[in-house]
């Protein structure tokens, strides 16, 4: 069975409800993201992956929905 590691990150651009699920639904959609939860008044996203998880892969797949991770 593979780790489970949590970490938070910082998410650049989201500014409403709506940017809030985008960005939950683009990193639940990254391979190895078991769990994704946004704060939106923090600007954080909190996520529970395997261990193998990339920041390079998290990173692309919010680029991909016009967010950064910072």
Excluded: F, K, Q, W
């Excluded at 078991?34 to 680029?63: F, K, M, P, Y």
């Amino acid at each position: 069975m593979d780790e489970t590691t949590t970490t938070t990150l910082r998410i650049g651009g989201m500014t409403c409800e709506n940017c809030a699920r985008h960005v939950t639904d683009a990193l639940a959609g990254v391979p190895g993201v078991r769990a994704a939860r946004v704060d939106l008044a923090g600007g954080t996203a909190t996520i529970d992956a395997d261990a193998g998880v990339s920041r390079e892969a998290i990173a692309a797949a919010l680029a991909d929905e016009g967010y950064d991770l910072l």
